[in-house]
């Protein structure tokens, strides 16, 4: 046995020098393990048969229709980016709130709870925020250093505001482990764990997170004797029309994308491409499209929220011919308005790079989920499982113990893994112990979620500061940005407490919706 725990130390290690030495993340992830399977299998202690489940392995998630609604995330994301939807949204919430420091602090950070729940993608987000709040915020007197740390803390948000790519991956992982974990634990028929079980359980966390970045920003904002103070005419002058058209596009997909899973209508899958729908229908609508083009836009999206209410509304009564007529027409009209929009995008040359840069992240993310299942054969190849198993057995505490634990690697493997690579290798290979036992797996996976969120923020792989650096002026220092975010990791896991004490906050709303 000792022969064993030496390989599996070894390719740890060696696992970790690849990442850091700047190789490809995939290659080393795929790589290291197979290379010690190779190297133990001539030393005698692997068999070499365990590698060959790994194309059936491979097959088995590139056919999972849940992990299909990745792409089509990023792809609404990146679409809501470069329709140039959020500079308005940030402009006008900035007037509405007045320019003073408090306020446009304020204003940034309720601009990124909306623009989280829209796109998820931190790149996008923390440039943008760059660009758009940095200077207004230092204009209106907010210290560099705290405009930094909210500008990067705000532009993670949607790693735990639903809907998120990482809630989805966490709920691919969480359920399958769930079940196999309850199953070896000699329950046969666990409750199954959904991305919209995650969806409902991080939505108070994630609104709670937010909370205490306003009481923080509130705190450290106080108006000084003698400072000005914003006024009434501020708010004067923005209309009516330009609040209802910067916000309502995108409250209404929100609502579209996530009340759809919520009330059942749609899966996590179906809900994706309907957002990306939803996202290519706006982006054309701003783009410019004229007359009748318009007008289809616009019909088609009342279309596609009277086909939700159809399908929410009409029961059991699914097979009348009335109601197939009326959903083929309105299915329609969303048709027209795609490809109307569609081809205004494609000739303007936005589309080209909305689908460029969702390959690329999605390509991305579906390298290290192969690579990672690798990774997870070798292991158990090793003997991996049973050692962790005995390990968490052995730790103080029993099951709160191992979660502690659990927690602090999660935290600590934030400092130089991506959250993506962090799911894929923790949750297979330290979650059976904790999703065998009596814990909700929604509240397993919503901690996890806000944990994994911190690891945007430390040094030195934090992506939302290498995203901050390369965007921000040169007064900006790096011991600024690590100074800025420090009070921001602090609420995190301050956060992370709270979730830890009181489980009804990721518990709660799952069990109101799905009665679990």
Known sequence: ?????????????????????????????????????????????????????????????????????????????VLLEKSRLAESML????????????????????????????????????VMLVLISLPTMLEAGVPKRLATGIICASGTLGQIIPPSILLVLLGDQIGNTYLEAQQQAGNFAPDPVSVGDLFAGALLPGLMLVGLYAIYIFVCLRPMSGQPKSHG??????????????????????????GSI????????EAAGLGAVGALMLAGYRSGVKGIGRGLVLLAVAAAFALMALRLFSGANTESAALGVIAAILALLMVLGVLVAGIRLWSGGLLQGALGDTLRISGMVFGIVVAASLLALVFRGFGGAELVMEAMAEIPGGTWGAL?????????????????????????????????????PVWFGVLLAMNLQTSFLTPPFGFALFYFRSTAPRHITTADIYTGVAPFVLLQLLGLGLLIAFPSLATWLPDLIFGN
């Open 1 to 77: 046995m000792i022969a064993h725990e030496v390989f599996l130390l070894g390719m740890m290690l060696a696992l970790f020098a690849g990442i850091l030495s700047g190789i490809p993340v995939m290659l080393a992830i795929a790589g290291v393990p197979l290379l010690t399977a190779l190297l133990g299998s001539l030393a005698g202690v692997f068999d070499i048969g365990f590698l060959k489940f790994f194309p059936a392995r491979v097959f088995g998630m590139m056919s999972n229709p849940l992990l299909m609604a990745v792409p089509l995330f990023v792809l609404m994301g």
């Open 91 to 126: 402009k006008v919430l900035g007037r509405m709130l007045g320019g003073s420091s408090r306020g446009m602090a304020l204003s940034v950070l309720a601009f990124s709870t909306i623009i989280a729940a829209s796109t998820g993608i931190v790149g996008a987000t923390v």
């Open 233 to 258: 005419p501020a708010m004067a002058s923005v209309r009516s029309s330009e609040i209802l058209s910067s916000f309502a596009p995108p409250l209404l997909l929100i609502l579209a994308v996530l």
């Open 262 to 269: 919520l009330a059942g209508i749609a899966t996590t899958t």
């Open 404 to 440: 502690i634990v659990v927690m602090a690697i999660v935290f600590v493997l934030g400092f130089i893994l991506e959250a993506v690579e962090i799911i894929y290798i923790v949750v297979p290979l330290l979650g059976p112990p904790i999703l065998g036992s009596d814990i909700s």
